[in-house]
């Protein structure tokens, strides 16, 4: 299984990215995704999950109403639109695949993209 993000850089606060993550050896269509965060000298962060088939998203209150997670099961892929960025965003951001069955949790991790929001 393998996750590759692409589309972190430098950004000036106040604009965009778009972060995408192509899926490959699993059944992408079974698992929720996820993108977390880790910005230096921080733990980890959940950002934004979507269901399996799309239907349900959540997202961290800090980026409500500036992120949206889509994705599209027949590409395998997930991407986070970051609109509104702010330095507080600077942040390795992490593509996560998840499931459970039969009591046991599978993920998968991609190997993050460097997001920097500065002037």
């Known amino acids: 299984a393998q996750l590759v993000e692409s589309g972190g850089g430098l950004v000036q606060p106040g604009g965009s990215l778009r972060l995408s993550c192509a899926a490959s050896g699993f059944t992408f269509s079974d698992y929720g995704m996820n993108w977390y965060r880790q910005a230096p000298g921080k733990e980890r962060e959940w950002v934004a999950t979507?269901?399996?088939?799309?239907?349900?998203?959540n997202y961290t209150d800090s980026v409500k109403g500036r992120f949206t997670i889509s994705r599209d099961n027949a590409e395998s892929t997930v991407s986070l639109q970051m609109n509104s960025l702010k330095p507080e965003d600077t942040a390795v951001y992490y593509c996560?695949?998840?499931?459970?069955?039969?009591?046991?949790?599978?993920?998968?991790w991609g190997q993050g993209t460097q997001v920097t929001v500065s002037s």
């Open positions: 979507i269901s399996s088939a799309g239907g349900t998203t």
């Open positions: 996560n695949a998840h499931r459970i069955r039969r009591a046991t949790s599978y993920d998968y």
